[in-house]
């Protein structure tokens, strides 16, 4: 609680992590370390359903609120404990007092259909405060909270919003400026009590939470998925150094015509907020195109779009993947032309790499795990192709891993290609970021090649996306350290 205090302004205590007996011991300390705090709490006795820790019985949780047995500064009671304390004939003298008590409901599954008739039960209720809580498994599952939030600021009533999961984190994020009473934080990032909470100090840090209002611009990443992304403290770090009221957010997307439809054009768009652009990854950089009103020339002949700029009413494309990989080459190399390039992968990325070393003179061939994309790949850009299989790299200067593979998460241990395989390569360049270390370049190294990771790539299309939404020069510096920073927590 003390270190909580220091990070938050509101502190909850879940009562349901207690065992059964502690319920009435711990009562009278918990009370009184709730009284000292430098900072209200919020009591919870939460059943495992509801996202609690145990599972309670209706008689348990009724009994537990009408006991009375702690004292806090508000109560968190879901809705079936409101309605019925609220039709009990004698509800004044029930120990909750509705001014200081928040209604909620959540719903781990997704959103239920019949969101507004929840909260029309729960306006029913006397209860000071109303809280939703909802599953977002695609980042337009937003779209009903944010709109729930509108309809409480219509009527005058206070509301904490939320989507849940790495596909909610927007209404964590934007939901204090629509009017919202609270947002969740966990105080570390290993100790969130619900699927997508973000920590106190990053919410701050990062994000400048208390700084966004409603005429805030908004950047973000469309792709999926995007958790492991380090993209937002780029961004972020830079508006915060050149002083913009700007903010990027992490959107994991399924559907993204849906979500450019739903969220993003301004002339179909269901949400009144600032969005002035975005940063596409997979698996939407190729999908993404058909969607929008215009494309840069270099995204058209790469067939790829990385980044969305929003002017007027209009969706333009653009492609700052292939700077973003040539310029760390070409400071290794001086020159390309003529150098013999291996490229593994088929997707967005590798289509940019190709288009960039095609520029610069390079002999480019194309490997991918599917042999087929790889060589329709190839004769689209006027490359060679080889098997993937078995291949061997002794020929090449520059051998880049354009897949996945690697990234942090279930891939981290694998490698497109094993060490022995790229014995004779001078140079092996890995597009994965995160980890800065990969398999592929621990490979790599061991067969005596030099080695170049993404970092430098994922810098340089990031500063090449902030001129593109800002018209300004980007504090690369700035953006590097902040990159370094978040591959290191």
Same mark, same amino acid.
């Given at each position: 609680?003390?270190?909580?205090?220091?990070?938050?302004?509101?502190?909850?205590?879940?009562?349901?992590?207690?065992?059964?007996?502690?319920?009435?011991?711990?009562?009278?300390?918990?009370?009184?370390?709730?009284?000292?705090?430098?900072?209200?709490?919020?009591?919870?006795?939460?059943?495992?359903?509801?996202?609690?820790?145990?599972?309670?019985?209706?008689?348990?949780?009724?009994?537990?609120?009408?006991?009375?047995?702690?004292?806090?500064?508000?109560?968190?009671?879901?809705?079936?404990?409101?309605?019925?304390?609220?039709?009990?004939?004698?509800?004044?003298?029930?120990?909750?007092?509705?001014?200081? =008590?928040?209604?909620?409901?959540?719903?781990?599954?997704?959103?239920?259909?019949?969101?507004?008739?929840?909260?029309?039960?729960?306006?029913?209720?006397?209860?000071?405060?109303?809280?939703?809580?909802?599953?977002?498994?695609?980042?337009?599952?937003?779209?009903?909270?944010?709109?729930?939030?509108?309809?409480?600021?219509?009527?005058?009533?206070?509301?904490?919003?939320?989507?849940?999961? =790495?596909?909610?984190?927007?209404?964590?994020?934007?939901?204090?400026?629509?009017?919202?009473?609270?947002?969740?934080?966990?105080?570390?990032?290993?100790?969130?009590?619900?699927?997508?909470?973000?920590?106190?100090?990053?919410?701050?840090?990062?994000?400048?939470?208390?700084?966004?209002?409603?005429?805030?611009?908004?950047?973000?990443?469309?792709?999926?998925?995007?958790?492991?992304?380090?993209?937002?403290?780029?961004?972020?770090?830079?508006?915060?150094?050149?002083?913009?009221?700007?903010?990027?957010?992490?959107?994991?997307?399924?559907?993204?015509?849906?979500?450019?439809?739903?969220? =993003?054009?301004?002339?179909?768009?269901?949400?009144?907020?600032?969005?002035?652009?975005?940063?596409?990854?997979?698996?939407?950089?190729?999908?993404?195109?058909?969607?929008?009103?215009?494309?840069?020339?270099?995204?058209?002949?790469?067939?790829?779009?990385?980044?969305?700029?929003?002017?007027?009413?209009?969706?333009?494309?653009?492609?700052?993947?292939?700077?973003?990989?040539?310029?760390?080459?070409?400071?290794?190399?001086?020159?390309?032309?003529?150098?013999?390039?291996?490229?593994?992968?088929?997707?967005?990325?590798?289509?940019?790499?190709?288009?960039?070393?095609?520029?610069?003179?390079?002999?480019?061939?194309?490997?991918?795990?599917?042999?087929?994309?790889?060589?329709?790949?190839?004769?689209?850009?006027?490359?060679?192709?080889?098997?993937?299989?078995?291949?061997?790299?002794?020929?090449?200067?520059?051998?880049?891993?354009?897949?996945?593979?690697?990234?942090?998460?279930?891939?981290?241990?694998? =490698?497109?290609?094993?060490?022995?395989?790229?014995?004779?390569?001078?140079?092996?360049?890995?597009?994965?970021?995160?980890?800065?270390?990969?398999?592929?370049?621990?490979?790599?190294?061991?067969?005596?090649?030099?080695?170049?990771?993404?970092?430098?790539?994922?810098?340089?299309?990031?500063?090449?996306?902030?001129?593109?939404?800002?018209?300004?020069?980007?504090?690369?510096?700035?953006?590097?350290?902040?990159?370094?920073?978040?591959?290191?927590?």
């Amino acid at each position: 609680m003390a270190a909580a205090a220091e990070a938050c302004d509101l502190i909850e205590l879940r009562l349901d992590c207690l065992e059964p007996p502690e319920w009435e011991t711990k009562a009278n300390v918990i009370t009184k370390l709730v009284g000292e705090s430098a900072c209200e709490s919020i009591l919870t006795f939460r059943p495992a359903e509801q996202g609690g820790r145990r599972e309670l019985d209706d008689e348990t949780r009724h009994a537990f609120w009408s006991d009375a047995i702690f004292s806090g500064s508000f109560f968190d009671v879901e809705l079936d404990v409101a309605e019925r304390f609220n039709s009990t004939s004698s509800s004044t003298s029930l120990p909750i007092d509705w001014s200081r =008590t928040i209604c909620s409901h959540h719903d781990f599954n997704g959103v239920p259909s019949n969101l507004d008739q929840i909260y029309d039960r729960m306006a029913a209720t006397p209860a000071r405060i109303l809280k939703i809580a909802v599953q977002a498994n695609d980042a337009t599952d937003c779209l009903p909270v944010f709109h729930l939030l509108e309809r409480a600021r219509k009527q005058g009533r206070e509301i904490i919003g939320l989507a849940m999961g =790495t596909a909610g984190i927007a209404t964590r994020l934007l939901s204090p400026s629509r009017g919202a009473f609270l947002t969740y934080a966990s105080l570390t990032s290993e100790a969130g009590t619900a699927p997508g909470q973000i920590s106190a100090a990053e919410l701050r840090e990062v994000y400048r939470l208390e700084n966004i209002t409603q005429q805030t611009e908004i950047f973000g990443l469309i792709g999926r998925p995007v958790s492991h992304t380090v993209s937002p403290l780029i961004h972020n770090a830079a508006f915060a150094a050149v002083g913009k009221d700007a903010v990027f957010i992490p959107f994991e997307v399924n559907d993204v015509r849906a979500f450019i439809k739903r969220m =993003t054009h301004p002339r179909t768009r269901e949400l009144d907020w600032n969005v002035r652009g975005l940063g596409v990854t997979a698996p939407h950089k190729s999908s993404v195109m058909d969607l929008l009103d215009s494309l840069e020339p270099a995204a058209r002949e790469i067939g790829a779009v990385n980044t969305i700029v929003i002017e007027g009413d209009q969706l333009r494309g653009h492609n700052t993947d292939a700077r973003g990989f040539i310029t760390p080459l070409l400071q290794k190399f001086g020159n390309l032309r003529g150098a013999r390039c291996a490229i593994m992968g088929a997707g967005g990325s590798a289509k940019a790499a190709i288009w960039s070393l095609k520029q610069a003179g390079a002999e480019v061939t194309v490997l991918a795990r599917n042999g087929m994309k790889g060589s329709l790949l190839a004769e689209l850009f006027g490359a060679a192709s080889m098997k993937l299989e078995a291949a061997t790299f002794e020929d090449f200067d520059v051998v880049i891993n354009a897949t996945p593979l690697g990234t942090a998460g279930q891939l981290q241990d694998e =490698t497109v290609v094993a060490g022995q395989q790229l014995r004779g390569a001078r140079l092996a360049y890995d597009l994965v970021y995160n980890p800065t270390e990969t398999r592929f370049l621990r490979e790599a190294r061991a067969a005596g090649c030099e080695t170049l990771g993404g970092l430098a790539m994922l810098v340089g299309q990031a500063t090449e996306q902030f001129r593109l939404w800002t018209g300004g020069v980007a504090p690369e510096d700035v953006m590097y350290e902040a990159a370094q920073r978040g591959l290191k927590r």
